[in-house]
């Protein structure tokens, strides 16, 4: 037997072997050592061969650990069991026995993104009607995927679906609209699933669907797996979904297999993947016979932690197990600590950036630092690279930063924390799956591959020149960028214009620039570093021209263009794991070229595109930076199976922690739902209690301290914030009296930013002749983020050209050339006598067409119709010869000292017999929500300055949504008047100050810089 020590619980799960056993684990109790142990007894005594067990695990790491595990404790040259996850355990068999049912075993496994573009291939031959619109046929894969993917979790089969869809009422106008829609994405999913067996491919939901349906229809292959396996162990078994527990009473036939599952209902938190918590908490009642042995002692926290924790999860009763089961679930800290005064603590804050201050000079307490801040750079505390590095003290300290970590609900929530680790030099590592495609050598890699496919993607191409190894600075690109704009050419045009050069097509080599205008901008480091880059872009033309493979093209890139080499200058943890990363990307390059004979770079970078827009970016291996001392930072979610003696989780507040309930965008028909809760659950309450049980996880990764902080006011600051309903309940009091005296003092303030150093990306001794002229789209912009204003406004780094932007503007031109005519009918002006008619409205439409930003001609071509239908019911219900456009297009510029505020307002109408105007702005896209109108200053500037500078007694203000045929009232009150102003004045002192902070969140999806910046949350 092992040598390792098994308290009395463990040694009881790991030697029961009279049937079924339910093993209910908590945080810190040893789960991994326990079921690995379970495994090697039952080999070692012989109650089963190695290939007559199974181990089914819920990811690749786990699987991998409890490998490695079970091969230290055997014997040299033992047969290994199965253990595996379940997509590669399904994916085993479906290759040997997949043919039973149809199934090509040489079939190729389909990621998410693989998928989508699957789809999009076969776009016109799936069903689709209303999820297919005109003007952007693909706004709705992704949603599908999701749909059948969840479809798949539920065991629900292409004919069960169309089934039910024939089922539903068709009687009133209500019905009608349900049943099409069904219908609609029921068809899909059979046509879908057709498509993937003709063409050889299954995504990971087929796994276990199709070897379901293997094991359904050949009872045969069922019972060969039956005999073959004694022994079924499961890990995680809380997060497993309803399929996977299908899969597994499929398998266990009766007393013939002894079924074992390790899980604690109170740390199930993947829902939004499809786990149901109902197959842990319903086992007893599927398998009633089944052992139930419960670990309760805890080698991981202080006793503190665990009991303020259990406080905390109680309030999820009567929905656990310990109360179904009516069991002890208490958790005994089983570690030795010295003793310590306050073990869990509460930071409470007026704002997120004291909460950010006073949580980062904690950890300086904490590791010995508090007397050295950024401040005190003669200390020569920090080195050159400011948060990469962090020079040892000789303190007695007890933690070091790495024993630290910082705990967020969403990605999003760290940004603020990570800028004043920044601000105090503080090193830190980011962990969670954001994955490889969003490390930044590898973002590099990708802006490269994005110009040799489209030479006029600017975000790309400002990317490619930010790097370090073409030696070009700040100034420069300003300088390069000025004079592209002046003339009209893309950065890439400007570059072949300086150096003289058509690239693509250059014999010989590529010398240094003889133009006296690049000579005079650009110092010899920069033009040698551009004509290096130009000469690769050039080679590796060339080569695709020669189809040649991507990896050869990515090679000159990497290797002979020094990008490689940059990171092997210096050997340090960081730079080593830079190039593993690459390594890592070649790695994947290399296996899509192989999966994919018939690909090239251009349906590549499509595949890569979506991925990163989807988020499906592979794992990162951070192994290499385990020995780097820096503070972690991770999503709760990410934390899970970790532990660390230090854990701050912040941002406990309503709307963050617990996080608002998202349903999906398609959702299942309840009917169609098999996964059954009970009377005691509901969306609501379900939702709150997988909150719960994440906060639970989050406080269970802490050792010896847990801090736990919130502040009064994000964001603007406009309305405050109530505490998370979990701290009440974490720390057994009503902390809200903590929070009463807190005030958010003046605008929005940054934290002790050093804005020379990070806020701003432009030096301060660069001109910037733009900051002295604003309009409401760049305050808008500001107010979105203000480091995308930076890039749209300071940096001007082109955006790529947008239908929705091209159709906007097609849409205000066409309805000043309407109002124009009718306005000068009115007039009598000399020859223009008749109102424009319908004709004349769709001539100026066709006049006033912009083609850029479409994905195709047929799109283009689909939306321009559905705009041609869209102006004829405006014509007939919006227009009226009886209106009276006073001003169209009218501009107005306001000077504030030496800042001006210009506008441009779409149309004002008279509306009263004493010259009262109304302000009219067109909008295009969706209707905003009340809450957004509400929020929106537009206008209440627009009405300030149409009275002030055009003296207008303007009494109304409205926005026309032309799509929808919608007016919408928007309150140009005194109040909103002065506050709107009041707005402008600070987002102008910001931006003159260059106070250009990133504010990362969901908006990042959409944003046309988020492949550039840094801290873009996708």
């Known amino acids: 037997m092992s ?63 409890m490998k490695e595990r079970v091969d230290m404790e055997m014997e040299y040259g033992y047969e290994e069991p199965w253990i595996s996850t379940f997509h590669s355990f ?107 067996i003709e063409n050889s491919k299954i995504d990971f939901g087929d796994l276990i669907i199709l070897t379901l349906k293997l094991f359904r229809e050949r009872a045969d292959v069922l019972e060969k797996y039956r005999k073959q396996f004694k022994y079924i162990l499961v890990d995680e078994f809380q997060d497993t979904n ?56 805890n080698y991981r926290s202080r006793q503190e932690i665990l009991d303020s924790s259990y406080t905390l999860i109680k309030h999820n009763n009567p929905n656990r197990l310990e109360e179904t089961e009516k069991i002890d679930k208490k958790l005994v800290a089983r570690a030795a600590f010295k003793p310590d005064e306050e073990v869990v603590s509460l930071i409470a804050a007026k704002d997120e950036y004291t909460e950010t201050e006073r949580v980062v000079s904690e950890i300086l307490k904490l590791t010995g630092y508090a007397e050295h801040s950024q401040e005190s750079s003669n200390s020569q505390i920090f080195d050159d690279k400011g948060q990469s590095g962090f020079l040892e003290l000789s303190n007695k300290a007890k933690y070091k930063f790495k024993d630290i970590a910082l705990l967020v609900r969403a990605n999003s929530h760290a940004e603020p924390f990570i800028q004043e680790l920044r601000n105090k030099g503080v090193p830190y590592k980011l962990g969670g799956a954001r994955g490889l495609y969003f490390r930044p050598e590898i973002q590099n890699i990708v802006a490269f591959l994005r110009i040799l496919v489209d030479y006029s993607d600017e975000i790309a191409m400002y990317r490619l020149l930010s790097m370090d190894v073409w030696n070009l600075t700040v100034r420069e690109y ?81 290797k002979i263009g020094g990008y490689l080499d940059s990171f092997l200058e210096e050997e340090s943890g960081e730079n ?296 004829k019911k405006y014509y007939e219900k919006m227009y009226s010869e009886d209106q009276s456009p006073l001003r169209l297009e009218e501009s107005f510029s306001v000077h504030f000292g030496e800042s001006v505020f210009a506008g441009k307002i779409d149309r004002i109408d008279v509306v009263g017999d004493n010259g009262e105007v109304c302000i009219v702005d067109y909008k295009t896209g969706k209707v905003k929500s009340e809450a957004n109108i509400k929020k929106d200053l537009q206008l209440p500037l627009y009405a300030v300055f149409a009275q002030e500078k055009l003296g207008l007694n303007v009494v109304g203000a409205k926005y026309l949504f032309v799509e929808s045929m919608e007016e919408i009232e928007v309150d140009i009150s005194q109040k909103r008047k002065d506050l709107a102003k009041e707005k402008l004045l600070e987002a102008i002192d910001n931006i003159r100050e260059r106070k250009f902070t990133a504010t990362p969140g969901f908006v990042c999806n959409f944003c046309d810089y988020n492949s550039v910046c840094e801290f873009a949350e996708i």
């Open 576 to 871: 080593l794991f830079a190039v593993s990363n690459i390594q890592k990307f070649f790695e994947l390059v290399k296996k899509y070229e192989k999966d994919n004979p018939d690909s090239n770079i251009y349906e590549y970078v499509d595949y890569l595109n979506y991925c990163i827009e989807v988020g499906e970016s592979p794992v990162v291996d951070q192994s290499q930076l385990e020995d780097f001392d820096g503070v972690n930072i991770l999503t709760v979610h990410g934390s899970k199976g970790l532990e660390f003696p230090v854990v701050f989780l912040v941002n406990l507040v309503s709307q963050r922690f617990p996080s608002q309930n998202r349903s999906d965008a398609i959702p299942i028909p309840e009917e169609l739902i098999k996964e059954t809760l009970g009377e005691n659950f509901s969306e609501s309450n379900s939702h709150m209690q997988e909150e719960r049980r994440l906060f639970y996880v989050g406080a269970t990764r802490a050792m010896e301290k847990l801090y736990l902080t919130a502040a009064k006011y994000y964001g603007d600051g406009k309305s405050s914030k109530k505490p998370s309903v979990f701290l009440n309940e974490i720390l057994d009091r009503d902390v809200g009296e903590e929070f009463v005296g807190l005030v958010k003092e003046g605008g929005m303030k940054i934290a002790s930013m050093d804005l020379e150093t990070y806020e701003s990306i432009v030096p301060k001794d660069v001109k910037l002749d733009v900051i002295k002229k604003f309009s409401y789209s760049q305050l808008h912009t500001y107010e979105d983020c203000p480091r995308k204003y930076e890039y749209s406004y300071v940096l001007r780094v082109p955006q790529k050209p947008n239908s929705t932007l091209s159709f906007g503007t097609t849409i205000h031109n066409t309805l000043r050339d309407l109002y124009t005519a009718l306005k000068r009918s009115k007039e009598g002006l000399e020859g223009v006598s008749n109102p424009p008619t319908l004709k004349d409205f769709l001539s100026y439409y066709e006049k006033n067409w912009v083609s850029s930003g479409y994905e195709s001609s047929k799109q283009e071509s689909l939306k321009k119709k559905e705009g041609e239908e869209m102006l």
């Open 478 to 558: 300003i300088e390069i960028n000025r004079l592209a704009r002046e003339q009209k050419l893309t950065l890439f045009e400007e570059l072949e214009k300086l150096w003289d050069v058509k690239i693509g097509e250059v014999e010989g080599e590529i010398k240094d620039v003889n133009n006296p205008l690049a000579v005079k901008m650009l110092d010899s480091h920069a033009i040698a570093g551009i004509s290096n880059l130009l000469e690769i872009i050039d080679n590796s033309l060339k080569r695709i021209k020669d189809g040649r493979s991507i990896l050869e093209i990515l090679y000159d890139f990497v």
């Open 90 to 196: 399904c994916d085993r068999i479906l290759r040997e026995d997949g043919y039973h049912i149809g199934l090509d075993g040489d079939y190729s496994l389909m990621s998410g993104a693989q998928a989508y573009i699957f789809l999009r291939r076969f776009l016109y031959d799936l069903p689709l009607d209303t999820l297919k619109p005109r003007g952007n046929p693909t706004k709705f894969l992704n949603d599908l995927i999701k749909h059948f993917s969840r479809l798949q979790d539920e065991d629900v089969s292409d004919d069960e679906y169309i089934k039910y869809a024939k089922s539903l009422p068709k009687k009133t106008p209500e019905e009608k609209a349900s049943y099409e829609k069904a219908k609609e994405l029921s068809e899909t999913y059979k046509k879908y699933s057709q498509l993937k």
């Open 3 to 65: 040598q390792i020590r098994l308290n009395e619980n463990q040694k009881k799960a790991v030697e029961y072997d009279k049937g079924d056993l339910l093993i209910i684990a908590g945080a810190g109790t040893g789960k991994t050592a326990v079921i690995t142990q379970r495994i090697v007894n039952i080999i070692k005594k012989d109650l089963a061969k190695p290939s007559e067990i199974l181990a089914l695990t819920f990811t690749e790491k786990a699987s991998e650990e």
């Open 242 to 297: 309803y399929t996977q527990n299908v899969l597994i009473n499929i398998l266990k036939d009766g007393t013939r297999h002894k079924l074992t599952v390790v899980g604690d209902d109170d740390q199930a938190i993947y829902k939004f993947r499809g786990a149901a918590i109902s197959n842990i908490l319903q086992f007893k009642e599927k398998y009633p016979k089944a052992m139930e042995i419960v670990l309760t002692d």
